[in-house]
């Protein structure tokens, strides 16, 4: 007996989702609303983020460039973690992974 791979697997569900009507419509709506969402975030970014932040970034794709990018917009509230005193804004690697 034949058994499939996890990643034929994934394959196929994936597939399976994204061809039932309606199954892309949440990927097309991302970039559908990407002009209002810059606007609402140009108007909302005026202020600097207060609550802790953590940021995970693939080892395969933006890595330790979200907690960069989070960084910028991330209030100045300290707080210590096991490698000392940090910003709010803490960033960790997820490996294997390009999200």
């Given at each position: 007996m034949?058994?499939?791979s996890?990643?034929?697997i994934n394959i196929y569900?994936?597939?399976k989702k994204d061809t039932q009507p309606g199954?892309?419509?949440a990927g097309f709506n991302y970039?559908?609303?990407a002009l209002e969402d810059i606007k609402y975030n140009r108007e909302t970014s005026k202020g600097r983020l207060q609550m802790p932040v953590l940021a995970v970034g693939g080892d395969r794709s933006f890595g330790a460039g979200v907690a960069a990018s989070l960084?910028?917009?991330a209030?100045?509230?300290r707080r210590t973690t096991p490698e000392g005193p940090s910003r709010n804004a803490m960033g960790r690697l997820a490996p294997?992974?390009?999200h």
């Amino acid at each position: 007996m034949a058994f499939l791979s996890q990643e034929t697997i994934n394959i196929y569900i994936y597939i399976k989702k994204d061809t039932q009507p309606g199954g892309m419509t949440a990927g097309f709506n991302y970039y559908r609303t990407a002009l209002e969402d810059i606007k609402y975030n140009r108007e909302t970014s005026k202020g600097r983020l207060q609550m802790p932040v953590l940021a995970v970034g693939g080892d395969r794709s933006f890595g330790a460039g979200v907690a960069a990018s989070l960084q910028q917009v991330a209030g100045t509230a300290r707080r210590t973690t096991p490698e000392g005193p940090s910003r709010n804004a803490m960033g960790r690697l997820a490996p294997v992974s390009a999200h």
